[in-house]
T-cell receptor, first 115, second 114 residues
Framework: DAGITQSPRHKVTETGTPVTLRCHQT?????MYWYRQDPGHGLRLIHY???????DKGEVSDGYSVSRSKTEDFLLTLESATSSQTSVYFC??????????????FGSGTRLTVV | AQSVTQPDIHITVSEGASLELRCNYS??????LFWYVQSPGQGLQLLLK??????LVQGIKGFEAEFKRSQSSFNLRKPSVHWSDAAEYFC????????????FGIGTKLQVIP
């Protein structure tokens, strides 16, 4: 299994402050994703990356930005945190050939609370 | 647009009983279908997946799922539930060629009683 580490595991921040979450993988996978999980909504895609410096938006990208300067690291930034961004954030990599997605491997998540 | 419906938010079964979790999807072509499990405080783990071929797929932890195109369903089953199966289960659908567009259902929380 791919090694995926998310940091921090928990964070409390104030409204209006920027926050950066980190996802680190050890398996050199090309595709990486950020999801948020909220009760009643399942998981929703925020942003994804298909290579170094190659990223694109998911369905709930407003208020978020990402960067991928190295294959192993995918950063998610909340530009100005709001209470609606209180959530559990999961990073994932996909196992697959080319563009096919054969299934995700998820990190353990970051629980973010915006007060 | 693709979508996934998990009609049961909570299910309670007795240990040793059989289990079926329902999943219906909407997608115009043959999809990739997945079931994931999430234990409390943990990330999601892939249970099984369907891409093509045999419509009955086997996964980890003794789970299986059957793809029924005519019913747009991909229900998850287990013949005998163990207390350790208590978790939340997510069905997901993605297009065969689209790595970025996997859509998840809202999940079914399984409670197992002794």
């Amino acid at each position: 299994d791919a090694g995926i580490t998310q940091s921090p595991r928990h964070k409390v921040t104030e409204t209006g402050t920027p926050v950066t979450l980190r996802c680190h993988q050890t398996e050199n996978h090309r595709y990486m994703y950020w999801y948020r999980q909220d009760p009643g909504h399942g998981l929703r895609l925020i942003h994804y990356s298909y290579g170094v410096k190659d990223t694109d938006k998911g369905e709930v990208s407003d208020g978020y930005s990402v960067s991928r300067s190295k294959t192993e690291d995918f950063l998610l930034t909340l530009e100005s945190a709001t209470s609606s961004q209180t959530s559990v954030y999961f990073c994932a990599i996909s196992e697959g050939q080319g563009k096919a997605n054969y299934g995700y491997t998820f990190g353990s998540g970051t629980r973010l609370t915006v007060v | 647009a693709q979508s996934v419906t998990q009609p049961d938010i909570h299910i309670t079964v007795s240990e040793g009983a059989s289990l079926e979790l329902r999943c219906n999807y909407s997608y115009g072509a043959t999809p990739y279908l997945f079931w994931y499990v999430q234990s409390p405080g943990q990330g999601l783990q892939l249970l099984l997946k369907y891409f093509s071929g045999d419509t009955l797929v086997q996964g980890i932890k003794g789970f299986e799922a059957e793809f029924k195109r005519s019913q747009s369903s991909f229900n998850l089953r287990k013949p005998s539930v163990h207390w350790s199966d208590a978790a939340e289960y997510f069905c997901a659908v993605g297009p065969s060629g689209g790595y970025q567009k996997v859509t998840f259902g809202i999940g079914t929380k399984l409670q197992v009683i002794p």
